[in-house]
């Protein structure tokens, strides 16, 4: 079944830092770019990162660029966001997403559910 | 750019809504626009890519469109099923790397 499947998500305090992951099953993960949306509670959807599928190219959105890392291990199927200096707007939902349609015409095809980041004292 | 929906829109089963995106910044032919359905709780899904292809799975009742005279893109749903209630996002892709989300509507089908 093709599928991705986030975890990782919690509690943690303003300043600290938490790491998501998202399992991706079903299709040849290396050939395809990856991305992290996120959605504040009773807010719309916001893109936060991508990466290639070599992971050779990374891009941010302003709001996390210096704070967050995005990675993959194309060996175990995984997509990483290394999330530090947390603040309390970054508290949100953390969807995985799959790329398709190469450079200038990528879309997200394919979504997680998402795991639930809280950043709270 | 800024891409702009209206918050929410409501019709009854059987009837035909449209939900409007329209770009702040640059043409919406630009780039392509796509369309994702939310239900809460569950993981988006594709209904329009590439401003009107319907992916695999998604039935003719949606379809999309862009318009360049009002700088907006569309997506209609014909035949309104209680399934159908959901959010729907537009999205379009900078060529800055940036991807743009719209504010989204939340589509009722009372």
């Known amino acids: 079944e093709v599928q991705l499947l986030e975890s990782g998500g919690g509690l943690v305090q303003p300043g600290g830092s938490l790491r998501v992951s998202c399992a991706a099953s079903?299709?040849?993960?290396?050939?395809?770019?990856m991305s992290w949306v996120r959605q504040a509670p009773g807010k719309g959807l916001e893109w936060v990162s991508a990466t290639s599928g070599s992971g050779g190219s990374t891009y941010y959105a302003d709001s996390v660029k210096g704070r967050f890392t995005i990675s993959r291990d194309n060996s175990k199927n995984t997509l990483f966001l290394q999330m530090n200096s947390l603040r309390a707007e970054d508290t949100a939902v953390y969807f995985c997403a799959k790329l398709r349609g190469g450079t200038g015409q990528w879309y997200f095809d394919l979504w997680g559910r998402g795991t639930l980041v809280t950043v709270s004292s | 750019f800024v891409l702009t929906q209206p918050h929410s829109v409501s019709e009854s089963p059987g009837k035909t809504v449209t939900i409007s995106c329209t770009r702040s910044?640059?043409?919406?032919?630009?780039?392509?626009v796509q369309w994702y359905q939310h239900r809460p709780g569950s993981a988006p899904s594709t209904v329009i890519f590439y401003d009107n292809q319907r992916p695999s799975g998604v039935p003719d009742r949606f379809s999309g469109s862009i318009d360049s005279s009002s700088n907006s893109a569309s997506l209609t749903i014909s035949g309104l099923k209680t399934e159908d209630e959901a959010d729907y996002y537009c999205q379009s892709y900078d060529s800055s790397n940036v991807w743009v989300f719209g504010g989204g509507t939340k589509l009722t089908v009372l």
């Open positions: 079903g299709f040849t993960f290396r050939n395809y770019a």
């Open positions: 910044g640059g043409s919406i032919a630009s780039n392509y």
